[in-house]
């Protein structure tokens, strides 16, 4: 198996990418925390597992193309910002970094809402 290269640091190598067929998900755990990657459109993107709204499986719910909603009230989050679309929730969930490298997905860890690097 390959090493991942110098611009991999920090990231934790999560699934195979044959693992996830797309469209699909995939619910992981990095350093003691639940991510949601989901694999759309050819990439793979990862958020937390959580609706900003109160708490609920965003990995539960229901995929459209970049949106997912929480199954508890609806609200909608965009998978590559994080960003709440829909009341209830107010606030984005966190997107992580995500890299593919030699047939590895691999996930950065954020601590807040951000863009994600590219």
Do not use: N
């Not at 990231?11 to 003691?32: I, K, N, Q, T, W």
């Not at 694999?39 to 997912?68: N, R």
């Amino acid at each position: 198996m390959s090493q991942p290269s110098d611009d991999m640091h920090g990231f934790v190598p999560v699934v195979r990418v044959s693992d996830v067929p797309d469209p699909g998900r995939a619910l992981v755990e990095v350093d003691e925390r639940l991510v949601l990657l989901i694999h759309a459109g050819g990439q793979f993107y990862a958020l937390d597992d959580v609706c900003t709204h109160d708490g609920g499986p965003l990995g539960e719910g229901t995929l459209e193309g970049h949106t997912i909603a929480c199954p508890r009230h609806g609200a909608r989050f965009d998978i590559r910002t994080g960003k709440a679309l829909t009341m209830p929730a107010t606030q984005p969930t966190i997107v992580h970094d995500v890299r593919v490298q030699s047939g590895q997905v691999y996930v950065r860890l954020r601590d807040s809402p951000a863009t994600p690097a590219l």
